[in-house]
């Protein structure tokens, strides 16, 4: 089994749409959680941390649920530029992280 | 935010020769750095831990003689493919944490194809 699970999609939604990605850890003592968007052929950038509490910014709300291990991705209106690769990302007690396969997202006009 | 850096951004070798690349810090001086592998279509994987000042921490299964890291300052990690071969031909990120910070900073990467 995978430390970080997510489904590789693609998930192909038309502009304006709204998209939820979920992602599972296997580590109950992982310390932090975060998405990372990653474009073709470039780095992995971070997106937003996720806490306990659910944080937005923007068009973009994160969760994450400690018991059930389970970490989402909400992206409201959806927009052409947000086609990517989304990374759920998994940090240990120390700054070990450990990275999802990524789900791809493709916005249609 | 803080900067990476790595060079080269792209480099093609041919099989049997030796192939460096750096990374650095920018503007923040990092004691540990990562170093990752991506292949197509596939997720960042943990190469290896490198340490200023000691030994690299390798993850299973990476061989620390083919892949060589030396941390010999706090801003400049370096991590050098021995004898590449075709198989090795993938794109290489570091990353630093910064002190004081949850955030990891990440290379832009380098593109390693071996003919």
């Given at each position: 089994r995978k430390e970080v699970e997510q489904d590789p999609g693609p998930f192909n939604v038309p502009e304006g749409a709204t998209v939820a990605f979920n992602c599972t850890y296997?580590?109950?003592?992982?310390?932090?959680?975060?998405?990372?968007?990653?474009?073709?052929?470039?780095?992995?950038?971070?997106?937003?941390?996720?806490?306990?509490?659910?944080?937005?910014?923007?068009?973009f709300t994160a969760q994450l649920n400690r018991a059930s291990q389970y970490i989402s991705l909400l992206i409201r209106d959806s927009k052409l530029s947000d086609s990517a690769t989304?990374?759920?990302?998994?940090?240990?007690?120390?700054?070990?992280?450990?990275?999802?396969?990524?789900?791809?997202?493709?916005?249609?006009? | 935010g803080a900067v990476v850096s790595q060079h080269p951004s792209?480099?093609?070798?041919?099989?049997?020769?030796?192939?460096?690349?750096?990374?650095?810090?920018?503007?923040?001086?990092?004691?540990?750095?990562?170093?990752?592998?991506?292949?197509?279509?596939?997720?960042?994987?943990?190469?290896?831990?490198?340490?200023?000042?000691?030994?690299?921490?390798y993850e299973q299964g990476v061989e620390k003689d083919k892949f060589l890291i030396n941390h010999a300052s706090l801003t400049l990690s370096t991590l050098t493919v021995t004898s590449a071969h075709p198989e090795d031909s993938s794109f290489y990120i570091c990353s630093a944490p910064q002190t004081g910070t949850y955030e990891q900073y990440f290379g832009p990467g380098t593109r390693l194809t071996v003919t």
């Amino acid at each position: 089994r995978k430390e970080v699970e997510q489904d590789p999609g693609p998930f192909n939604v038309p502009e304006g749409a709204t998209v939820a990605f979920n992602c599972t850890y296997s580590n109950s003592a992982s310390q932090s959680f975060f998405w990372y968007r990653q474009d073709c052929r470039k780095e992995p950038k971070l997106l937003m941390s996720v806490y306990s509490s659910g944080n937005e910014d923007g068009r973009f709300t994160a969760q994450l649920n400690r018991a059930s291990q389970y970490i989402s991705l909400l992206i409201r209106d959806s927009k052409l530029s947000d086609s990517a690769t989304y990374l759920c990302v998994v940090k240990d007690a120390g700054n070990m992280l450990t990275f999802g396969g990524g789900t791809r997202l493709m916005v249609k006009p | 935010g803080a900067v990476v850096s790595q060079h080269p951004s792209w480099v093609i070798c041919k099989s049997g020769t030796s192939v460096k690349i750096e990374c650095r810090s920018l503007d923040f001086q990092a004691t540990t750095m990562f170093w990752y592998r991506q292949f197509p279509k596939q997720s960042l994987m943990l190469m290896a831990t490198s340490n200023e000042g000691s030994k690299a921490t390798y993850e299973q299964g990476v061989e620390k003689d083919k892949f060589l890291i030396n941390h010999a300052s706090l801003t400049l990690s370096t991590l050098t493919v021995t004898s590449a071969h075709p198989e090795d031909s993938s794109f290489y990120i570091c990353s630093a944490p910064q002190t004081g910070t949850y955030e990891q900073y990440f290379g832009p990467g380098t593109r390693l194809t071996v003919t």
